[in-house]
């Protein structure tokens, strides 16, 4: 006959025990050592290509994607200049590991290019290009934003 197995009590000795047991088992919780800061998974540049087009271009770490719909740019300084068109890589459709939806990624490299409005051929530009993406399988990481200062074309 096998013995009946007993319930440890959620308080006591064994609590400690039990959680650093289970901690352990559980693949699903990645060592940081394990994972890239975003700045290393998302390698991202900007250039500004002619006084009304700009271009950010991102080299994505392998095991690593960003969302199609999770990127975004929008023209901080001067005032008054905004984005007319956002041309971006259409990417691939996958089902997400990490939420089970359909979605657009982009892997290995994506290119946006965002056409001006009221550029101004002298003036410097700041853009703040928002952006998402995942560890494939393990965690997305939180939305992150940078801005780029880029001079006009000529400029030194």
């Known amino acids: ?6 319930a440890l009590p959620a308080h006591g000795p064994y609590a400690g025990v039990l959680t650093v047991l289970l901690l352990a088992a559980s693949p699903a919780i990645p060592e940081s050592g ?9 390698r991202a540049e900007a250039e500004r290509l002619c006084p009304d087009r700009v271009r950010v271009a991102w080299r994505i770490a392998e ?3 960003l969302y199609r719909d999770r990127i975004a740019v929008r023209v901080r300084r ?15 459709r996958e089902r997400d590991a ?59």
């Open 78 to 92: 001067p005032e008054g200049v905004s984005v007319a068109v956002l041309n971006l890589s259409r990417g691939a």
């Open 1 to 6: 006959m096998i013995p009946k197995a007993k």
């Open 98 to 156: 990490l939420s089970g939806q359909w979605r657009r990624v982009l892997r290995e490299e994506a290119v946006l290019t965002a056409h001006l409005e009221e550029p101004g051929t002298a003036s410097p530009l700041q853009i703040e290009v928002r952006y998402q993406g995942c560890a494939e399988g393990r965690l997305c990481y939180s939305p992150q934003r940078r801005t780029f200062a880029l001079l006009p074309e000529g400029s030194s």
């Open 63 to 65: 095991g690593h994607y």
């Open 34 to 42: 394990d994972l890239l800061p975003p700045e290393g998974a998302f």
